[in-house]
């Protein structure tokens, strides 16, 4: 079982201090709903009894996670609690935090629809725009593949890699900030099953050949390929392990 957090996938630094601890753990009962909106929410001094923090810690926690969407603190109304629909769901402690409260399955497929809608398009434009360097650093990833051990960091990190190359290939900075996203998605692949790793790299070459060979229309199918079978791989032993 792969145990890497999706901190520690993209290689965030993230000192385990006072501050880190506070803004972790009101992040994930926010994300959890023990924090709802409209609840009333701790004033300073109780959480800086709580956690053992002085008052200028407990303030720059709320500062960042106001800064992720999940609070907001105004002069007259003190500190609340925002709706779901304010969170930034991109952010990578909020997707940790998020993963961590929902049912991993559930997770699963929700990252997958947005892994569909947004991959088989990237690969279509990377067809068009990519230059030799950029074909050359999905190739590298794709070869990265092939040698790494299924089961190891190595072996997340090249198809990270992979996919992350394409992203950047596709030439649209908007895109490159689903890397977060599609790297989370992977990583919880991973820990559903790390099989497809070797059923499906096949079809990781599949998309790079039609990438090279600058065909916009078979890349896009062959990245919705890649994905649906990996997808429908792990549903059917997602509904295995529950049977």
Same mark, same amino acid.
């Given at each position: 079982?792969?145990?890497?957090?999706?901190?520690?996938?993209?290689?965030?630094?993230?000192?385990?201090?006072?501050?880190?601890?506070?803004?972790?753990?009101?992040?994930?009962?926010?994300?959890?709903?023990?924090?709802?909106?409209?609840?009333?929410?701790?004033?300073?001094?109780?959480?800086?009894?709580?956690?053992?923090?002085?008052?200028?810690?407990?303030?720059?926690?709320?500062?960042?996670?106001?800064?992720?969407?999940?609070?907001?603190?105004?002069?007259?109304?003190?500190?609340?609690? #925002?709706? %779901?629909?304010?969170?930034?769901?991109? @952010?990578? *402690?909020?997707?940790?935090?998020? $993963?961590? /409260? +929902? &049912?991993?399955?559930?997770?699963?497929?929700?990252?997958?629809?947005?892994?569909?809608?947004?991959?088989?398009?990237?690969?279509? #434009?990377? %067809?068009?725009?990519?230059?030799?360097? @950029?074909? *050359?650093?999905?190739?590298?990833? $794709?070869? /990265? +593949? &092939?040698?790494?051990?299924?089961?190891?960091?190595?072996?997340?990190?090249?198809?990270?890699?992979?996919?992350?190359?394409?992203?950047?290939? %596709?030439?649209?900075?908007?895109?490159?900030?689903?890397?977060?996203?599609?790297?989370?998605?992977?990583?919880?692949?991973?820990?559903?099953?790390?099989?497809?790793?070797?059923?499906?790299?096949?079809?990781?070459?599949?998309?790079?050949?039609?990438?090279?060979?600058?065909?916009?229309?078979?890349?896009?199918?062959?990245?919705?390929?890649?994905?649906?079978?990996?997808?429908?791989?792990?549903?059917?032993?997602?509904?295995?392990?529950?049977?």
């Amino acid at each position: 079982m792969l145990t890497l957090s999706p901190t520690a996938l993209f290689g965030a630094s993230r000192k385990r201090n006072l501050f880190a601890h506070v803004v972790e753990d009101l992040g994930s009962r926010i994300i959890r709903g023990d924090l709802k909106p409209g609840d009333p929410f701790p004033n300073e001094a109780d959480l800086g009894r709580e956690f053992g923090a002085s008052r200028s810690v407990i303030r720059e926690a709320v500062k960042s996670l106001a800064a992720k969407g999940l609070l907001e603190s105004r002069t007259r109304t003190g500190i609340r609690v #925002l709706p %779901a629909s304010h969170w930034n769901l991109l @952010d990578l *402690d909020v997707l940790g935090w998020r $993963y961590a /409260a +929902m &049912e991993p399955h559930a997770f699963f497929r929700e990252l997958f629809e947005i892994r569909r809608m947004i991959e088989p398009e990237a690969s279509a #434009l990377a %067809a068009e725009r990519a230059t030799a360097e @950029d074909i *050359d650093a999905i190739d590298e990833a $794709y070869k /990265a +593949m &092939e040698s790494a051990e299924k089961t190891t960091e190595a072996a997340i990190m090249a198809d990270l890699d992979f996919h992350r190359a394409i992203l950047s290939a %596709a030439h649209n900075d908007l895109l490159l900030q689903m890397g977060k996203l599609i790297g989370v998605g992977l990583l919880v692949s991973y820990r559903i099953s790390t099989d497809p790793y070797m059923v499906f790299l096949a079809r990781h070459k599949d998309v790079l050949t039609a990438i090279r060979r600058r065909r916009p229309a078979a890349a896009r199918r062959m990245m919705d390929r890649l994905l649906s079978g990996t997808r429908d791989f792990l549903d059917t032993h997602i509904e295995a392990a529950r049977e």
